[in-house]
Structure formats: C-alpha cells, structure tokens
C-alpha cells in the first residue's frame, strides 16, 4: 500500500550526468552522446554547490531544457531499440513492480486506486473471497509520443497507447545549486480499468 497527501506523483527520479537512468529504468544503457550531453550542462555545476539556484537567472533556458531534450531525444533512441519491453517496463519502473493499493489523500476526499497489473490483487484468502471485484489493468505496449507540454520549460508529457499518460516535470530538489535534477512524475491519464473509489470526508 501506498499513501499520499495532496499530490498524485509515481515517481521522484533524479537525473545527472552519473545517473544511468537507461539501464536503471528500462535495462537498457544510455549511449555515450546522451552522457557528454547532459555533462556539458551539469559538469558546471560542480564548482557553484556553494550558491542558491536564485542566483543563476536563466536556469530554465540554461539547464532545464537542454536536459529535459538530451532526456527525451535518449528514451526515443532506447524506445526504438526494443518498442514493446521499453513501453511496459517505464511504466513498471514508475509506478511499481508490485500489484498495489494507493490511497490519495485530498483537501476534502480520499482516493483507493488499485495498480492491479499483474492480477495479484484482489484474490481469494483460503475460504474467503474477496468483496470487491479488481479488474486487471493492461500494460502498454507502445510509446505513443515524447513532447513538450505547451508553453512549458520544465515538463514532458509522455503518451502510451492502453491509455496510460504521464507528466514529466524537472526542478531542482535543494535551495543550493546542485549538479543533478529531480523529476516529478504524475499520471495525467490511466486505463479505465484502474479501480478508482473516492470517499468524501466530513467536515471538520
């Protein structure tokens, strides 16, 4: 089970030029050109650690976007190299390995989601079946598309087919420069077999 408090994020990943989130992520390396791309941005950091991120005015234009393009043009590289494996696998990575219940808790209700994708939920125990039925939820099969949410420097959104949609958005975890990025990732869109109950809470 997983519990959140006013947000609705799978996954907070990080990216640097050291982090092979290829390998990590899908089993698949990232090639030397994504590596030498994201250093030329991230190598400079490391003599600025002692300096608040407010200092660098332009670090959306400067830092942001060339490794938000260097992470997106390297998932389409691996996405082509095994199209199937890599659309199943970046879901799994992001929203778990293991079948789940997670609860969301908002201003005024409570969220069950249940992240049956492999029918693990759900089952009867010994003698005792279980109350509510919990459709098994499709894995996707294909990246549909990688592109910049409009009007944005900080966020991608990747489009699946089984109607898996997800937000990709990059900002910086510490006050103080660091030479790495964290992700804030959201689902945007799920299949309609996610079961989804919402309970209203009483007013306090």
Partial sequence: MSAKNNHRAVKHSR???????????????????????????????????HQAWSSHPNKARDVYVPVLEAFKVELE?????????????LIEHLVGLKDFYKVIKLDNVVEIQAFNLRGDLGLPFQAQSAKFSVPKVSLPSEIIEISWKP???TTLIVKCNNCWELSFRIHNASSNIEPSLKFDISLIR?????????????PE
């Fill in 151 to 153: 009007g944005s420097q």
């Fill in 190 to 202: 799920s299949p309609s077999t996610l079961f989804s109950n919402t309970l209203t809470l009483p």
């Fill in 15 to 49: 990216l640097s030029s050291t982090i092979d989130f290829g390998k990590e992520w899908l089993g698949i390396p990232c090639s030397k050109e994504y590596f030498s791309k994201v250093g030329d941005v991230f190598n400079p950091l490391r003599s600025r650690t």
């Fill in 77 to 89: 590289r691996i996405y082509k190299l095994s199209p199937k494996d890599v659309a199943s696998s």
